[in-house]
Nanobody, 115 residues
């Protein structure tokens, strides 16, 4: 059974930083495509960053230069380092893993950026 558990969200002032973590079980993150998504109130869920098994990364234009996705294979954990946060980054952030053609989602962690 695949489980993805996010943590690290919270309330931060604009310009601040947060590091989100996604601890995975039932899926080996180094062998699969992992990603971070977010959903703001009243908006559709959108991709923030993704990381392939080969280590290639992809970022949404809105976060490029401010966000870094990474992984710790030994801990089977994916991270999202977010810097220079803006109020428009406020959203629930979700971790997604893709394995054998199936998508698995965590329950999300809330990030609130105050102006």
């Amino acid at each position: 059974q695949v489980q993805l558990v996010e943590s690290g969200g919270g309330l931060v002032q604009a310009g601040g930083s947060l590091r989100l973590s996604c601890v995975a079980s039932g899926i080996v993150i180094s062998l699969n495509h992992m990603g971070w998504y977010r959903q703001a109130p009243g908006k559709q869920r959108e991709l923030v960053a993704s990381l392939t098994s080969l280590g290639s990364t992809n970022y949404a234009d809105s976060v490029k230069g401010r966000v870094t996705i990474s992984r710790d294979n030994a801990k089977n954990t994916v991270y999202l380092q977010m810097n220079s946060l803006k109020p428009e980054d406020t959203a629930v952030y979700y971790c997604k893993g893709r394995s054998r053609g199936m998508d698995y989602w965590g329950k999300g962690t809330l990030v609130t950026v105050s102006s």
